[in-house]
T-cell receptor, first 113, second 112 residues
Framework: GNSVTQMEGPVTLSEEAFLTINCTYT??????LFWYVQYPGEGLQLLLKATKADDKGSNKGFEATYRKETTSFHLEKGSVQVSDSAVYFC????????????FGKGTRLSVIA | DAGITQSPRHKVTETGTPVTLRCHQTENHRYMYWYRQDPGHGLRLIHYSYGVKDTDKGEVSDGYSVSRSKTEDFLLTLESATSSQTSVYFC???????????FGSGTRLTVV
């Protein structure tokens, strides 16, 4: 079945550091891929998505590129801020969109000033 | 303003009692979901609905039931709460399963 694997956390970075959170997936065909963010005490929010190979999703300075050849969708940001401290989830929807999203286990990011 | 609300936000209940959590949406979306979030497990799907009276099980459905008698409401019932059901429960909605989800703010349930 479909699955998503994220790098284990927590990740601790200094302000203005470069961020990468790895995400790889297993699925048939061409799934849609998503990154969600969860701030403390809140529900998840959609951060960005990509629906086909080589697409780049971007939002709030975050980017992720859909790499079919490596089945990856790594999240990156060039300069993190304290306000980026949150839990980040990678998720996958199958190609036909017939089944619910499958989520990774989440990666906690802490950014220190 | 997000169009989805969960109630209650917090609840403490005793083992063996029934508990119902409510998810209400104003977006008229077809799909609704219940997830639970636990440390080390991420988000796990309990049940979902693809229309009024149309529901299906997720990966952790044992001990839970759901009902959707109206488009806007999706109820999650713990028939007889156990300590293993202590968790944070999230509801989510979407107009299409290939689209992004909108999540509620969650219900923190403690079973003592």
């Amino acid at each position: 079945g479909n699955s998503v694997t994220q790098m284990e956390g927590p990740v601790t970075l200094s302000e203005e550091a470069f961020l990468t959170i790895n995400c790889t997936y297993t699925a048939t065909g061409y799934p849609s891929l998503f990154w969600y963010v969860q701030y403390p005490g809140e529900g998840l929010q959609l951060l960005l998505k990509a629906t086909k190979a080589d697409d780049k999703g971007s939002n709030k300075g975050f980017e992720a590129t859909y790499r079919k050849e490596t089945t990856s969708f790594h999240l990156e940001k060039g300069s993190v801020q304290v306000s980026d401290s949150a839990v980040y989830f990678c998720a996958l929807s199958d190609q036909a969109g017939n089944t619910p999203l499958v989520f990774g286990k989440g990666t906690r990011l802490s950014v220190i000033a | 303003d997000a169009g989805i609300t969960q109630s209650p936000r917090h609840k403490v209940t005793e083992t063996g009692t029934p508990v119902t959590l409510r998810c209400h949406q104003t977006e008229n979306h077809r799909y609704m979901y219940w997830y639970r979030q636990d440390p080390g497990h991420g988000l796990r799907l309990i049940h979902y609905s693809y229309g009024v009276k149309d529901t299906d099980k997720g990966e952790v459905s044992d001990g839970y039931s759901v009902s959707r008698s109206k488009t806007e409401d999706f109820l999650l019932t713990l028939e007889s709460a156990t300590s293993s059901q202590t968790s944070v429960y999230f509801c989510a909605i979407t107009k299409g399963q290939g689209d992004g989800y909108t999540f509620g703010s969650g219900t923190r349930l403690t079973v003592v």
